[in-house]
DNA sequence: TCCATTCAATTGACTTTATCAACTGAATGG
DNA sequence: CCATTCAGTTGATAAAGTCAATTGAATGGA
């Protein structure tokens, strides 16, 4: 019998429509990890504990006060195969169920120090076989690798981010301010090669004379990735001027730019300044609201075309 | 009975050595993309195949001539556990074993056209699902997720990489450029602010003088992800100048240095130039083994702390 | 040419997981 | 106060995971 078969078909990635294309890059992607991840779950096979029984241990390790409802809705597992691996785990004497005070059906699930002893050579060599995996690659595209799985994290939930640190900006920053505002402005308000000069040369300036006395940076930092920036400088003894303002756009509404304009603000006070100026255009209204919050005013508006699509350039003040 | 509970312990990433800092970030994506992959699995679950199954099926439909321990092997599935659920798959008519020519043992396993049929939904819904985790990202987004996690994948496994192309620069190319040129040689070899003031603006002028006949710009880019860069410009009528060329740490030793090399090579012979000269400094001994294969010799060299450390500034030429 | 070795594929035995449904006893909210 | 919801358990059954053993076919030197 010739057996009816057939042939395989490739993915046409080219000739999709560009929404479809990022979906079939995300499948790729899914199945590469998947498989990674599976080749890093095997370390625990030399372990007598399975799988499903680690994940559970290793999330009582890092939470408190966690009940088997938890942990079958956040670890997926169906609830009578959870009462069945936690029964497991009871009898082996890792982990022990404390009754809840307030609610008698509920039962908070905790590691013993006999779990914890388990516990520890198993995160150990997994600690291990990540290492490993990184074992071929240069301190600089470990930090690329951790910065785009930070990326992965917080483009697919925003909510997952950690917390935001304000600091000053060190080599390379200002180069990478420029290229994420030329990036946000060439694709959404399809500003041209003139704005992309225009900032580039803002940064070479800033960077020729800077004065951290009377100038600053801002650099708006979440799990060591970079998601925002601005920076003051000197126009005269008098004025300040706030430049190149930019949020990521999925860490937007959660009160960034706002500390960032505040830093600024604070800072041209501190130094002396009477007046905070800057230049934006009418399309960036985000932006727009952020400074009227702050105090600014506007006080000059023209419309142009510096950029390609006609905008209207607006100046707005602060008098300190 | 008092149950012997511990307390968690949090994840004390601030004290660590960047290192394990790194290991336990990765560790932190593995657990969070687990999930995800979990949630997405779950879509097979209205089919009446399962997992497993399907993740066979998956595989034949893209892959040509696998045989069993193929499919065990990649998929890291037991033989054994193959076996049968190849088995069960047959029954079913969704696959045929087709006997080898060459070696008795094996025999290749493909899909039916009743296999590609079952398999046809059960893909439409993974994308789908897919999409629908997407559908809260602007396009902007979207295409900085797909970017991120072909780092992910280039960066564990540079293998991995699509083919490569190289295009003119788009608007936001070059800022992007200069800003991954500004974070190599800051990080590699300890370069200044300097540096990123230098190519910022050399960036700005390149942008306002570009002339699309004397001038050129050679972007690399493997999985829509730009992974080097070369410009050429023109000094006078007779002498054209290279500038800004680099390669992504992974991508190196593909020939992507030699590809952007010569294309600047072609450029400058077609377009009528009589000299390619270049600057670059000693310590970039890749870069300076890519101009000496291309043809370049060496006319100039001065010692320099223009940027930082000493170095030594070099003058190539090729004669056309 | 032969034979120990390796390899593809299967089978057996057994444990654990996955999934669905049913059930108990305890909260909860009109 | 009572229908409803919820935490947790138990039962049944198919599938997956694991380890060991087996068959028959290649393979690579001695």
Redesign the pocket.
Same mark, same amino acid.
């Not at 009940?67 to 809705?73: E, G, H, P, Q, V």
């Given at each position: 019998m010739l057996p009816d078969v057939e042939p395989p078909t490739p993915i046409a990635a080219a000739t999709m429509p560009p929404r479809d294309r990022s979906v079939e890059r995300v499948r790729v992607f899914n199945r590469f990890y998947t498989r990674r991840l599976d080749l890093l779950d /095997?370390g625990?096979?030399a372990s007598p504990?399975?799988? =499903?029984?680690v994940r559970i241990l290793w999330e009582l390790a890092h939470r408190e006060g966690v #009940?088997?409802? @938890?942990? #079958?809705?956040e670890l =997926?597992?169906?609830? =009578?195969?959870?009462? /069945?691996?936690?029964? %497991?785990l009871v009898g082996a004497g890792l982990i022990a %169920?404390v009754a @809840?005070a =307030? @609610?008698? %059906? /509920? #039962?908070?699930?905790a590691l013993t120090a006999h779990g914890r002893e388990v516990l520890a050579p198993l995160e150990a060599e997994q600690r291990r076989r990540v290492a490993a995996g990184l074992r071929g690659l240069t301190p600089e595209a470990v930090g690329r690798l951790v910065a785009a799985m930070a990326d992965v994290e917080r483009l697919l939930e925003p909510e997952r981010a950690g917390d935001l640190m304000i600091r000053p900006h060190r080599p390379g920053d200002v180069a990478f301010v420029v290229a994420r505002q030329a990036r946000l402005y060439v694709d959404d308000f399809s500003f041209d090669e003139r704005f992309e000069e225009l900032i580039s040369r803002v940064a070479a300036d800033f960077l020729r004379d800077f004065d951290p006395r009377r100038e600053a940076s801002f650099i708006a930092e979440v799990d060591e990735r970079i998601v925002g920036a601005v920076f003051v400088t000197r126009k005269d003894d008098e004025v300040a001027k706030l430049r190149l303002l930019h949020v990521e756009s999925e860490m937007r509404g959660r009160g960034i730019g706002t500390r960032l304009v505040d830093a600024c603000v604070r800072f041209a006070r501190e130094r002396g300044y009477r007046t905070l100026t800057l230049w934006t255009n009418d399309v960036l209204v985000e932006a727009r609201r952020l400074y009227e919050r702050a105090g600014f005013r506007l006080v000059a508006s023209e419309p142009h075309r510096m950029f390609g699509p006609p905008l209207v350039g607006e100046t707005w003040d602060l008098t300190l």
């Open positions: /095997r625990f096979l504990y399975t799988l =499903g029984e #009940s088997a409802a @938890d942990l #079958s809705r =997926g597992i169906d609830p =009578g195969q959870m009462s /069945r691996t936690l029964g %497991r %169920r @809840d =307030g @609610d008698a %059906r /509920r #039962s908070t699930i």
